[in-house]
């Protein structure tokens, strides 16, 4: 059966996940493989460059309208970020998640309808300072899915925070966000809310750091 392929951000999206490095107005954020002594930064080589992760074991990405009723839920499903602007010290790195690199396993295999990507999109992380955690924002991704013979296509309106980033081994992406109808049915629901969990899998340590 042909592998389907969503955002969740779907999220991861996340996604997510990421933009591997958010910033503020003086300092930017990075996400490193390990947690840098107090005052110094995290050294290059430390520095994560792609992102590589799973729904997570046990938990359901969860897909519902706005006012409780769940749509699909998908416990299969993985994301590829890569750093695609390297940022410096005052700007903000982007990580870029590819129509391919956002997969959804199909329905009846994972998922309990069709979802398939149309479109891609990016991902930052922005330090919350005095934690090894992060919140996530990302712009694009589209998706279509399939309910009851009904086809809907949804995605990200504008810019949103998707989630957050809990640093750790391992390191997850929360995705809890509202995206919108781009296309389709007059059955299909204007908004849904995307909730689900990933496990960050490339890396046994992932830490959001400080620049």
Not at 87 to 116: F, M, Y
Not at 161 to 168: D, F, R
Request: proline fraction near 4%.
């Amino acid at each position: 059966m042909k592998s389907s392929k969503a955002c969740g951000l779907v999220a991861v999206a996340a996604a997510a996940l990421t933009a591997f490095l958010g910033a503020g107005s003086a300092s930017a954020t990075v996400l490193c493989t390990t947690t840098p002594p107090a005052g110094t930064a995290c050294g290059t080589g430390w520095h994560v460059d792609t992102i590589v992760a799973s729904v997570a074991t046990g938990s359901s990405f969860v897909v519902r309208t706005t006012t409780g009723s769940v749509e699909y839920t998908c416990t299969v499903g993985s994301l590829t970020a890569e750093k695609s602007a390297t940022g410096s010290a005052t700007t903000t790195p982007v990580g870029t998640v590819t129509r391919a690199n956002l997969t959804w396993g199909p329905k009846g295999e994972g998922c309990t309808t069709t979802v398939d990507t149309v479109a891609g999109g990016t991902l930052e992380v922005h330090w919350t300072p005095e934690t090894d955690d992060g919140t996530v924002t990302a712009t694009g991704f589209e998706w279509t899915t399939v309910t009851a013979g009904v086809t809907c296509t949804f995605g990200l309106e504008g810019t949103k925070s998707i989630g957050e980033i809990t640093g750790g081994a391992p390191a997850t992406l929360h995705v809890n966000v509202v995206v919108v109808k781009k296309a389709g049915s007059f059955l299909c629901p204007p908004t849904q809310v995307l909730e689900g969990t990933y496990t960050i899998t490339n890396h046994t340590t992932v830490h959001v750091v400080e620049k």
